[in-house]
């Protein structure tokens, strides 16, 4: 594998379920990234980890609950969500914080019923 | 509030023609520039980014143009080929911020053959 991966590519899950998302990143970076799309809206950062260190947290609400065993993989935890929530969920990674590059999995699309 | 704005959500265009993409922002600490290409179910993959510090970077096919004055960014493509056809993403970034990037809504390429 190569690049960033992430799983599962489809999701949905009822407004109680606990579900997580994962990434992986195979390219040596020490920065990943949550990120949220929502239909007709830009990009929105949720949070950062360098080097496994959460770095930002763009106010995101309590129930989504990330966490960075390493620098290969980051996890996204879901927990009674709202229908809002459906979105395309983007993991990225990059070599550092500032200013690089950042590569893009492709995404979870996932629906709260 | 959106600081980085991509005012044209579609444009078609014929094949071998120049496509233009704009994208207008409103911080003027941005200092990097970045534009993402995006194919269904895929994440977005980068293309081509500008510094502040110049007014033009070329790759290939791709020349992005920078105007600090008019918090102006554009995307050129000639000639366009139906391969392009694609979303793409601006993005921005400001010194000093974790590398958070700000992203548009994204403008949606057709290249017609």
Redesign the interface.
Known sequence: ETG?T?TP?HLVMGMTNKKSLKCEQHLGHN?M?WYKQSA????E?MF?Y?FKEQ??NNSVPSRFSPECPNSSHLFLHLHTLQPEDSALY?C?S?Q????????????TRLTVL | D?Q?KQNSPSLSVQEGRISILNCDYTNSMFD?F?W?KKYP??????LI?ISSIKDKNEDGRFTVFLNKSAKHLSLHIVPSQPGDSAVY?C?A?R??T?????????TSLTVIP
């Open positions: 960033v992430q590519r920065a990234y007709k809206k830009p990009l950062l950062v360098n770095t930002e983007l990225a990059s550092g914080s500032s200013g690089d590059t950042q590569y893009f999995g492709p995404g | 959106q980085v990097y970045l993402y179910a895929e994440g977005p993959t980068f980014s993403f993005a970034s010194p000093n974790g590398n958070q990037f700000y992203f548009g809504t994204g």
